[in-house]
């Protein structure tokens, strides 16, 4: 018996190196999107000790990581997951690792906006990392606003859809007044989406009470009356969206002076606009509450990993080396403006060849003086135009991001945008049935009610 037992122990002994080993070599898994993909083979260079298998796309879905950790698998060491796949549920039920451990995780977290740092923890402890974050804002132009005639930018919800209904398109030049969804951009298909935008803006308004959340109310119905007086005809939007776009439709006018979508320091810029203000969507009412929608992409290292210091180390380093996007939106103390490499590479040639046309001016005799005059003055126009956009993300589009910053909404507790897929399925089925006209407004509040207490129920 006992020689048994030693030659079980020295079994043991001569396999424990082998086991180490192989367990050192087996990799760090992370599946899911969001991360700088400039950041994956610094980190690889920088920690060969570490085998990394990354999968940074959007093939994560909810299912597969429920079903993995609800059995056990440790195959996957961080997932990243978008907050609106009901995260925080999954959170609350312990399937995500403790990382307020780690000094540096902790630090990252605690210089992100407030509304992030109350989001990801529980207590002193920190479930999640924050990686994106896509603010769903308003963007208005003022200066086009003011020269079509108004003087100021609409305080709620009607009074956005009244100036629609009265907008003088004389007035309004070459620029369209708003486009409700981009998705539907060359379709004679508009009340649908600002439908599906007014009950979305609702929703995200009036969540927070003890209450059910009920379209019930003289606010709602006073946007529906609105939103009906704009007169855009029935439509069956699947069937409409399944055809081709008429060209006749499609609009000829260059910019919108409202936009809606996800807004970032790195879109409010775009098309030399540096003038846009982001704005959440006016309120239902007077003093009404104002919120702008967030999806957070989070990474969570799985209750079954057995790389959790790998997988420390990796969130570490990503934390302090994530995407120029990232960094802005969910960190309000980094604001320098971050040049664009290539128009300043671009720029240096135009203001050198701008100073060899100058020279020629200088020497150019009368007969050729308004010819090099001419060169001059393009070249100028040039240097111009590349100086417009030298910054990748200038200070003018940070500060108004900033400005939006006091109104993220994070939907934790959100039946809504917690709601399964197929509920959410129900309530656009509910939209569509209104915008082609198979329910008058009564019902579609009926409708609506009835699907939210059963959110309210199932939650």
Known sequence: MRKCFVWLLILALWTMPWAAQAEEESPLVVRGYGFDPYMIPAFMSDHPEIPLVIDNDFSVSRAQFISAVQSRDASTDIYVLPDSWNVWSLIDKGYARDLSPYPALRESVGAMIPQLQQAVTRGDQIFALPIALYASAWSVRPDLLEAAGYDHIPETMTEFLQMQLDWDWDKAGEYDFTFASTAYDGYDLRLYPYLEMAVSEYITQYEGSDQPLSFDTPAFRQVLAALEALGYPPENVDEVLAGPADDALLTGRPAAIFTLGDSNPLNVGETGAYDKV???????????????????????????????????????????????????????????????????????????????????????????RAEAEDAVAQQEAVVTELEAWQDLVSAEAIAAYRALEPYLYIPQDSPYWRATTEMKAEIEGVLKQYAAGMLDGENLIRQLDQRFQLLFLEQ
């Open 278 to 368: 982001l704005l959440p969507a006016p309120p239902f009412e007077e003093n009404g509450k104002k919120r702008a929608l967030v999806t957070i992409f989070l990474a969570i290292v799985t209750p079954y990993s057995q790389h959790m210091e790998e997988a420390a180390t990796f969130l570490t380093y990503a934390a302090g080396r994530s995407a120029t996007d990232a960094t802005l939106t969910l960190y309000p103390d980094r604001n320098d403006p971050i040049p664009n490499q290539g128009v300043m590479a671009q720029l240096e040639e135009a203001r050198q060849e701008l100073e060899r046309r100058r020279a020629l001016l200088d020497s150019a005799d009368d007969a050729h």
